[in-house]
């Protein structure tokens, strides 16, 4: 059965050293979940530039939905300046006042909105308050199956206001293990060990699941039904990370929609993102075919006794 999954936020241009490449979560995650089965659809809005024609070209030569695209006369295309240290971690300057800064809510938008399966929506869009308001209206009008928060604590681009009232708005919240610790101390919890803080936060906030996202050790989650889940990740030769965090957020949201358990759901968001990061850039192809052939390859990187010191 196919699903309707509608992404709201930003979509710009990461310049790596190696050249500017297409991207933002809400850009990678609309992609990837588009080359998984279901119909996706993108709600953002680029320039009248350079930047925004290549990035319309482009998404419509990668077989995106464009109808929901909206295009701003007055304000550019965003922009991520992006360097990569030695062990290829990346570290962000996500240029102000851009396109995406300024969503506008149409009712076309909401109509899709209403009838959609999953909306996945983060942090940066909400920096600007017209793009809050608009996310804000879009998400009071949902009546699918998740509302999915993928949190990215970038420098600026989020408060403890929109924490909180993000939180209030979601069903499911996924975020890696740098942020959890200040998403509990934004909403006023003690911060533990993964697990404890992970429950902690599910619970205040009224959640149905909680991901955290551990790197080479893989994937924890809890869930409203008392389940705790973890799932060891993998090692691979890494050309270029990003893209990796919002193709294991298709591939677990996925993985729900079509009625996986937990389990399932974190093993094939493990591998997915692992896949991904063997590749440069976000949008390059990989399969639900190429997937199962990389979880039968290879095992995963830490053991299970490994993965629960860690956390």
């Not at 680029?46 to 024609?53: C, I, K, Q, T």
């Not at 991904?276 to 075919?289: D, F, L, P, R, Y």
Request: charged letters at 25%; proline letters at 4%.
């Amino acid at each position: 059965m196919d699903y309707t999954i509608v992404a709201c936020g930003e979509t710009l241009w990461d310049l790596l050293p190696s050249g500017p490449v297409l991207g933002g979560a809400c850009f990678n995650f609309a992609y990837r979940a588009g080359t998984l089965g279901s119909r996706s659809i993108i709600i953002t809005r680029l320039g009248r530039d350079e930047n925004g024609e290549k990035a319309f070209s482009l998404i419509r030569e990668l077989g995106m939905e464009y109808g929901h695209i909206q295009f701003d006369d007055v304000y550019p295309t965003g922009t991520v300046e992006i360097t990569l240290s030695e062990q290829k971690e990346p570290d962000y300057y996500i240029v102000p006042n851009t396109a995406y800064d300024h969503i506008e809510y149409t009712e076309e938008s909401a109509e899709i909105v209403r009838n959609a399966d999953c909306i996945c929506f983060g942090t940066v869009i909400q920096r600007s308050r017209k793009s809050r308001k608009t996310l804000y209206s879009l998400l009071s009008g949902f009546s699918g199956k998740y509302r999915l928060l993928d949190i990215n604590l970038r420098k600026e681009c989020y408060s403890r206001e929109t924490v909180s009232e993000s939180l209030k708005r979601a069903d499911i919240l996924k975020l890696n293990e740098t942020e959890i610790s200040p998403v509990a101390e934004m909403i006023g919890l003690p911060s533990g060990d993964i697990p404890q803080t992970a429950e902690a936060i599910l619970r205040e906030a009224g959640l149905s699941y909680v991901v955290v996202t551990l790197g080479e050790y893989g994937a924890f989650a809890v869930s409203s039904r008392g389940e705790a889940v973890y799932a060891p990740g993998h090692i691979v030769k890494l050309a270029d990370p990003c893209g990796s965090g919002d193709a294991f957020t298709a591939a677990f949201i996925h993985t729900l929609l079509q009625g996986g358990g937990l389990k399932e759901a974190l093993a094939k968001g493990n591998g997915l993102g692992a896949v991904v990061a063997t590749h440069n850039g976000a949008t390059q192809k990989a399969s639900w075919e190429e997937l199962a052939e990389f979880l039968k390859q290879n095992k995963p990187a830490k053991t299970m006794k490994q993965l629960i010191e860690y956390i």
